[in-house]
């Protein structure tokens, strides 16, 4: 079966702007996470969502927010971007988020 | 603060010889713990994990140890191959109430096994 699919893989922006990435989770998984890596620290928890409401939040600004349709396909956004927001977004999905995560390749967002 | 720490950026070892990866954490309400793979370009995959409720848990070649009075985990790849080059994240979370989880990942350790 299809794996987790993320896009754009790449993208770059400028300081100021905003964001949208796309995450389609595993057939089935109604529990979509997103995921933060930086060289400096490491995968760091955005936030989860199950059945289209978020369940769980990371110690992440407002600018970051989510939102997960009827069909768990899941997008997040970063609004007036940030030099320190360049990272490999990571999506990840599970069946009901108290299982093992699988994650996407992951979307590059550079911000100059 | 960072409540899984994982101490050594990085490691190398001969192929053929065992390949120890350590973790730390610090909450102790932690009682799930994982170890992720992640090659570059692609998303960390899960390699095995270990209950709190256990000291140790096999997976052909890769052990995962516990020791829940020091707070510490350990994967051990025995024995290593060269395709066992990569980042490993070690990755920690407290079951909640309705069954969210969140991970807490370390910074990970690039490991590195020369032929």
């Known amino acids: 079966k299809a794996g987790v699919t993320q896009t754009p893989r790449y993208l770059i922006k400028t300081r100021g702007q905003q964001v949208t990435l796309s995450c389609s989770p595993i057939s089935g998984h109604r529990s979509v996470s997103w995921y933060q890596q930086t060289p400096g620290q490491g995968l760091q928890f955005l936030f989860e969502?199950?059945?289209?409401?978020?369940?769980n939040k990371g110690n992440f600004p407002g600018r970051f927010s989510g939102r997960q349709f009827s069909n768990s396909r899941s997008e997040m956004n970063v609004s007036t971007l940030e030099l320190g927001d360049s990272a490999l977004y990571l999506c990840?999905?599970?069946?009901?988020?108290?299982?093992?995560?699988?994650f996407g390749a992951g979307s590059r967002l550079t911000v100059l | 603060d960072q409540q899984v720490k994982q101490n050594s950026p990085s490691l190398s070892v001969q192929e053929g010889r065992i390949s120890i990866l350590n973790c730390d954490y610090t909450n102790s309400m932690f009682d799930y713990f994982l170890w992720y793979k992640k090659y570059p370009a692609e998303g960390p995959t899960f390699l095995i994990s270990?209950?709190?409720?256990?000291d140790k848990n096999e997976d052909g070649r890769f052990t995962v140890f516990l020791n829940k009075s020091a707070k510490h985990l350990s994967l051990h790849i025995v024995p290593s191959q060269p395709g066992d080059s990569a980042v490993y994240f070690c990755a920690a979370s407290a079951r909640r109430e309705g069954g969210s989880e969140k991970l807490v990942f370390g910074k990970g350790t690039k490991l590195t096994v020369n032929p």
């Open positions: 270990i209950s709190s409720i256990k």
């Open positions: 990840a999905s599970s069946l009901t988020g108290a299982n093992v995560l699988t």
């Open positions: 969502y199950f059945s289209e409401t978020q369940r």
